[in-house]
Nanobody, 118 residues
Framework: QVQLMESGGGLVQAGGSLQLSCASSGNLFILGAMGWHRQAPGKQRELVATITRGGTIKLADSVKGRFTISRDNAKNTVYMQMTDLKPEDTAVYYC????????????WGMGTQVTVSS
């Protein structure tokens, strides 16, 4: 059983930045692709970003140009750098290992809250 632990969430003003981290108890290279999802109050959880083992990145249209995802396989850690944050980015952000291209299955972390004030 792999455990994923997110950190780095918090309260930030609109236009600010945050970096989220996701530490894996398992070998990140073996896990393969990784993703970040988010769930805002009253909304479905949505996929925000994915990164393959080799570093290929996909971002949701809503965060393109503002968020990026990266990974350090040696540290078994995935990051998401978030800039120009908006109130609509407020959500719980979850790290996930992606068992398929859609990242619709895999291990979940417990999540970290990001709140963006206007």
């Amino acid at each position: 059983q792999v455990q994923l632990m997110e950190s780095g969430g918090g309260l930030v003003q609109a236009g600010g930045s945050l970096q989220l981290s996701c530490a894996s108890s398992g070998n990140l290279f073996i896990l393969g692709a990784m993703g970040w999802h988010r769930q805002a109050p009253g909304k479905q959880r949505e996929l925000v970003a994915t990164i393959t083992r080799g570093g290929t990145i996909k971002l949701a249209d809503s965060v393109k140009g503002r968020f990026t995802i990266s990974r350090d396989n040696a540290k078994n850690t995935v990051y998401m750098q978030m800039t120009d944050l908006k109130p609509e980015d407020t959500a719980v952000y979850y790290c996930r290992s992606c068992s398929n291209a859609e990242c619709s299955s895999g291990y979940w972390g417990m999540g970290t809250q990001v709140t963006v004030s206007s």
